[in-house]
């Protein structure tokens, strides 16, 4: 994963991971890829460099875990 001069504390990045979960919830299934773009693009024009921005995405894509069956399971149902 890239870094940059100014990474997050983990007990900060652990905050923000519950509380970007619990926004994604309260998106919904429905909203959920619409939410997480316009998410990604107002932290882009935060970050303010395309490379960068372009990075993240290569590393998150990269980093993306593939889903445990147990968790395919109760998405459906099973």
């Known amino acids: 994963m890239?870094?940059?001069a100014?990474?997050?504390h983990p007990?900060?990045?652990?905050?923000?991971?519950?509380e970007c979960?619990?926004?994604i919830t309260e998106a919904g299934?429905?909203?959920?890829s619409l939410f997480l773009a316009r998410l990604a693009l107002l932290?882009?024009?935060?970050?303010?460099?395309e490379s960068r921005c372009r990075a993240?995405?290569?590393d998150a894509l990269r980093a993306l875990p593939v889903p445990s069956l147990s968790a395919?399971?109760?998405q459906h149902g099973d």
Do not use: K, P
């Not at 299934?29 to 959920?32: L, N, P």
């Open 2 to 4: 890239t870094t940059s």
């Open 29 to 32: 299934a429905e909203r959920e």
């Open 43 to 49: 932290l882009f024009e935060q970050v303010g460099d």
């Open 21 to 23: 979960a619990r926004a």
């Open 56 to 58: 993240a995405l290569a």
């Open 6 to 8: 100014s990474s997050l």
């Open 11 to 18: 007990d900060a990045r652990d905050r923000l991971y519950a």
């Open 72 to 74: 395919s399971e109760q």
